[in-house]
Structures are given as structure tokens and as C-alpha cells.
């Protein structure tokens, strides 16, 4: 059954994993305080996939073509014994490429037990290299050094390149993107600079925040000339740009100005186990009930195959002012 395609011819290549929907930090354009506060309730242990549920479904996805596993959150270093869980997926045949994404607070001191599971790369986020700024967006008094710390970490322990994510808000951080770039080149690390996007409804997303990427290729070129580098793979979600002096390279992720869902080859499951095919979805199918109902590894791919095969999802192509205020999936619930 490998080799499913979309009504649009795109196959499915990456499986991006949330093991929890909580996150010590409360990010302005992903868990607003003002909505997840003290009193916010989130999914109950039980309600969670098990790590053997979640090795299952992604076996069964790479036989259907998946090779590279993204594990996401909330902040995935806060679920207890992940390391356990890289070790199952990193077992799984096919899985040429797991990853994990995190805010960098847990990072310095499990590093090394992630790298030891079968981890290979991080994505970290850092969203200025100023404290004041980066304070204000995690809005929990979190330091950068700290998260610096983690990358440290990180690369000591072999999860390289270490791919730094920054997302960028109009009136908010674009003072950052030169200081940001400047202080990863040369080091090894990708930074990938991101548009703030409208993921779910309570971010408070408006065209007017949107940094557009030519933008920050224009700010970061104007100290440090760049030039155009090639897609590594089909369905590569930054667009890459190296420096012409040899210092590396940065990528943008251009989902609001330059949509790139014609190539989109990625799906994403919840961490109570509901699959959505697309980061703006409204809905998703549930596969931790037809497991826990019985469901057999046939019936599992069969389900799988069925959504994939029928996905037409290309919302950042068709963005517009009734589109932007549909009900959406919160970020943190289906993971980045």
C-alpha cells in the first residue's frame, strides 16, 4: 500500500506526532495566557495515546510512505518518558528521519538521553535574541541564555544541524531578525525565520502582523549578502538561502505570502490521537477509538488510506477574510 496519494498527487511523507497539548510556556501567538490559563483543562492522561498506540499508527504510516517523524506539543519534553518512545519509533522500518521540536527549557539537561534513545535532530524555538522581547512572546519570564543552553546541549550531543525556529510578528520582534541571524551563522545551525500565521482562533492573527519573508531576506541580505539555494527534498517547507561568504544558510517559511500546499506532504496526529491533514484543519478523524475499538492493522491502514486518499486540503492558497475566521485547531492542540 505504499505510495498513497491525495486528490492532488501529493504523497505522504512526514508524520508530525503532539504527545501532549501542555506546555510550560504561554506564547502569544500560540497558547495566549488570556485562554490557557490557571484554570485551563487539559487532556487527561488516560485520553493520551500510549506510546505502543503511537509506535502503531506510525508503523502503519511508513508503510504507506512516511519517512521522517516530527514529534511536537505543547512541548513535548514534559511528557514523562519520551525517551522511551523515540526508542520505539526509532526502531520502526523506513524511518529514515526523527526530530522533535521544543521550546529549548528542558533541552540542556535530556539532550544526551535523546540523542542515546535514536533521536537525530532538534528544531528549537527562539523567537529574539533580546530578553525583553523573547520574555514578553513566551510570557513566562523564560530567559534566552537558557534556551542557548539547550542548543549547546544539544549539538554536544550530536542532534546537528540544530534548526532554530523564529517566528515573526509585526510591532513585536522583526528588530530581532538581523541579531538573531547574525548570532547562528557560522555556528552550523539553520535559523528558519516563520510569518506569523492564523493557526486556530485565539492568537489574534491579522495580515497587519505579518512580516513577509521577502522582508526578512531583504533585512538579513542587506548586512549579510545571500543568494538562493536549492530544495533538499519535494515538500520542504522553508525556502533555503545560503550566504555568499560561505557562513551557512537560513530558510524562511513563507506560509501567508508564498503558499506551498501544492507540495504539501505532511500530516499531523493529535495527542489524543485525531489525524488532521492539514495545520488549518477543522476536523480530524479519530484513530485512538478505532484502536481501543478493536481495529486490526488492516483496518488501521484502510482508514488511513481513506483520508489520505480523499485530502484536498490547500488552505493557505485559498486564505481569505472568510476563510481566516472559520474555526480552527489550536496550534498546541495539533502540534506545529
Not at 61 to 84: H, Q, W
Request: aromatic letters at 6%.
Amino acid at each position: 500500500m505504499a505510495g498513497v496519494t491525495d486528490t492532488m498527487g501529493r504523497p505522504v511523507r512526514d508524520l508530525r506526532i503532539s504527545v501532549t497539548d501542555r506546555c510550560n510556556f504561554r506564547c502569544t501567538y500560540c497558547m495566549p495566557k488570556e485562554i490557557f490559563g490557571k484554570d485551563y483543562e487539559f487532556l487527561a492522561r488516560d485520553q493520551l495515546l500510549s506510546f505502543e498506540e503511537i509506535t502503531r499508527i506510525a508503523a502503519v504510516f511508513a508503510s504507506e510512505g512516511v519517512t521522517k517523524i516530527r514529534l511536537t506539543g505543547g512541548e513535548p519534553l514534559l511528557r514523562r518518558g519520551l525517551e522511551d518512545l523515540i526508542g520505539m519509533l526509532s526502531e520502526i522500518d523506513g524511518i529514515e528521519d526523527l526530530t522533535l521540536t521544543t521550546n529549548g527549557s528542558l533541552l540542556a539537561r535530556k539532550a544526551q538521553a535523546l540523542a542515546d534513545a535514536g533521536l537525530d535532530r532538534v528544531t528549537v524555538s527562539l523567537d529574539s535574541m533580546d530578553d525583553s522581547v523573547f520574555m514578553a512572546m513566551n510570557d513566562v519570564g523564560f530567559p534566552v541564555d537558557a534556551v542557548l543552553d539547550g542548543i549547546e546541549a544539544a549539538s554536544a550531543a550530536g542532534l546537528d544541524p540544530v534548526k532554530v525556529n523564529m517566528v515573526v510578528k509585526r510591532g513585536v520582534n522583526e528588530d530581532s531578525i538581523v541579531e538573531v541571524a547574525e548570532h547562528f551563522r557560522g555556528t552550523g545551525h539553520i535559523v528558519r525565520f516563520i510569518e506569523f500565521m492564523d493557526v486556530g482562533t485565539t492568537n489574534g492573527w491579522n495580515t497587519a502582523a505579518v512580516v513577509p519573508s521577502a522582508e526578512v531576506v531583504e533585512r538579513i541580505g542587506e548586512k549579510f549578502p545571500l543568494e538562493p539555494a536549492d530544495a533538499n527534498y519535494r515538500g520542504e517547507v522553508a525556502d533555503r538561502w545560503r550566504y555568499t561568504d560561505g557562513a551557512g544558510e537560513i530558510g524562511v517559511i513563507s506560509s501567508v505570502t508564498q503558499p506551498f500546499c501544492a507540495d504539501c506532504t505532511r500530516v499531523r496526529l493529535s495527542a489524543e490521537g485525531r489525524l488532521y491533514t492539514c495545520l488549518f484543519a477543522v476536523a480530524g478523524t479519530d484513530l485512538r477509538a478505532a484502536i481501543r475499538n478493536g481495529a486490526d492493522d488492516a483496518e488501521l491502514h484502510a482508514l488511513v488510506t481513506e483520508v489520505w486518499s480523499g485530502r484536498a486540503d490547500r488552505y493557505s492558497e485559498i486564505r481569505s477574510e472568510v476563510t481566516k475566521r472559520r474555526p480552527k485547531i489550536e496550534m498546541s492542540y495539533i502540534g506545529g
